[in-house]
């Protein structure tokens, strides 16, 4: 079994920065991909931004510029900084790990994060 543990979310102020970490724990050989999503109230889940094993990154428009995703140097690990908050951040933001595998020879499947609030206060 795999568990992703999400921090850093919180209140700020319009204009601030937060940095969120996830890190993925378990029976794990390999990890595709890890990303970020956030679901504000009444919307649908989206995409904010992912990054590869091989360190390509994709970022959904209304945050290219402001936010950077990266993996630590423990590759289990991926962090979303958020700089330049606008209250239409606000949301839960989940991490996301994409085809995770426990052996090299065993098929791999998503995981999901339990998730974090993000406030952004105007």
């Known amino acids: 079994q795999v568990q992703l543990v999400e921090s850093g979310g919180g209140l700020v102020q319009f204009g601030g920065s937060l940095r969120l970490s996830c890190a993925a724990s378990?029976?794990?050989?390999?990890?595709?991909?890890m990303g970020w999503y956030r679901q504000a109230p009444g919307k649908q889940r989206e995409l904010v931004a992912a990054?590869?094993?091989?360190?390509?990154?994709n970022y959904a428009d209304i945050v290219k510029g402001r936010f950077t995703i990266s993996r630590g140097n423990a590759k289990n690990t991926v962090y979303l900084q958020m700089n330049s908050l606008k209250p239409e951040d606000t949301a839960i933001y989940y991490c996301?790990?994409?085809?995770?595998?426990?052996?090299?020879?065993?098929?791999?499947?998503?995981?999901w994060g339990q998730g974090t609030q993000v406030t952004v206060s105007s």
């Open positions: 990054i590869t094993s091989g360190g390509s990154t």
């Open positions: 996301n790990a994409v085809n995770v595998r426990p052996t090299l020879w065993n098929s791999g499947r998503d995981y």
């Open positions: 378990g029976s794990i050989f390999s990890i595709n991909a």
